[in-house]
């Protein structure tokens, strides 16, 4: 009996795979760039106008502060 030989997988590079590299190079370029990361999405301006009780509580607003006399 003869022995079938292995065959080799094929190595296949998807598009997730693709998309994760160079993700990945640009930000090492970036790194290399400018000596740090450079993070452009740090926080979101909250509005003033939007109803928020933690903030109100810790400004000392409270319900009768409001009233006319």
Do not use: C
């Not at 795979?17 to 290399?32: Q, S, V």
């Not at 452009?40 to 502060?65: C, E, M, P, Q």
Request: aromatic share 6%; no cysteine.
């Amino acid at each position: 009996m003869l022995k079938q030989k292995k065959k080799h997988k094929k190595l296949r590079i998807t598009e997730a795979d693709f998309m994760l590299a160079n993700r990945r190079a640009a930000r090492l370029e970036e790194i290399a760039e400018h000596g740090r990361p450079v993070s452009f999405r740090k926080t979101v301006h909250k509005s003033k106008k939007i109803y928020d009780r933690k903030r109100l509580r810790a400004s000392g607003w409270k319900n009768h502060d409001n009233e006319l006399i």
